[in-house]
Nanobody, 119 residues
Framework: QVQLVESGGGLVQAGDSLRLSCAPSGRTVSSYTMGWFRQAPGKEREFVSAITWSTGITYYADSVKGRFTISSDNAKNTVYLQMNSLKPEDTAVYYC????????????WGQGTQVTVSS
């Protein structure tokens, strides 16, 4: 099993920045793909960004390209989501997720961290 703990959410104003962190534990995840998803009230969970830990290849939803940056720190075993130029529509619960190489979808999920952007 892999446990994922997110941190870094909060209440900010439009245009501000936040950095989310996700620290996996319980199993080596060096070959995994780590993703960030979000779910706004009344909406379905949506993909935000992902990074393949071993290659560093990154993926972004169109809605966050140019504003959000995903990165990983192997020494700290942590994945980050740097969110700049935040907009009210970025308000959501953000979830960290991990996918094993052979899986077609994400196997493990964190509890989520709330991000609220006021206008």
């Amino acid at each position: 099993q892999v446990q994922l703990v997110e941190s870094g959410g909060g209440l900010v104003q439009a245009g501000d920045s936040l950095r989310l962190s996700c620290a996996p534990s319980g199993r080596t995840v060096s070959s995994y793909t780590m993703g960030w998803f979000r779910q706004a009230p009344g909406k379905e969970r949506e993909f935000v960004s992902a990074i393949t830990w071993s290659t560093g290849i990154t993926y972004y939803a169109d809605s966050v390209k140019g504003r959000f940056t995903i990165s990983s720190d192997n020494a700290k075993n942590t994945v980050y989501l740097q969110m700049n130029s935040l907009k009210p529509e970025d308000t959501a619960v953000y979830y960290c997720a991990a996918r094993i190489p052979s899986a077609t979808w994400y196997n493990y999920w964190g509890q989520g961290t709330q991000v609220t952007v006021s206008s």
